[in-house]
């Protein structure tokens, strides 16, 4: 069975950090690419942040470049996302997704493998 734990979010103060993480299991994480995706409410949910099967590279949506990092564990079957200058506009459910195809881009469709989510919430 495939899963795709996340951890890490909270409610924390605009300029604050959070470092989210999505534990695997079930699949073989060191060939899927992985992404964090958001969804606030009343929005779509949008890709925000990508990373490669080998960590070789790194995908950011423009709202987050410059103040979130992913990064991956592959011997803790493990992906991160460094969240830091936190504003209240990027509180949403994060959701981490893993791409068998090993690239971890923008396009959701890619994704088979969905966690259920964490909340992260930045107040003002």
């Known amino acids: 069975q495939v899963r795709l734990d996340e951890s890490g979010g909270g409610l924390v103060q605009s300029g604050g950090s959070l470092r989210l993480s999505c534990a695997t299991s079930?699949?073989?994480?060191?060939?899927?690419?992985m992404g964090w995706f958001r969804q606030a409410p009343g929005k779509e949910r949008e890709f925000v942040a990508g990373i490669s099967w080998s960590g070789s590279s790194t995908y950011f949506a423009n709202s987050v470049k410059g103040r979130f990092t992913i990064s991956r564990d592959n011997a803790k079957n493990t992906v991160y996302l460094q969240m830091n200058s936190l504003k209240p506009e990027d509180t949403a459910v994060y959701f981490c997704?893993?791409?068998?195809?090993?690239?971890?881009?923008?396009?959701?469709?890619?994704?088979?493998?969905w966690g259920q989510g964490t909340q992260v919430t930045v107040s003002s």
């Open positions: 079930g699949r073989p994480f060191s060939n899927d690419g």
């Open positions: 997704a893993a791409d068998s195809h090993g690239f971890g881009r923008e396009n959701a469709d890619l994704y088979a493998y």
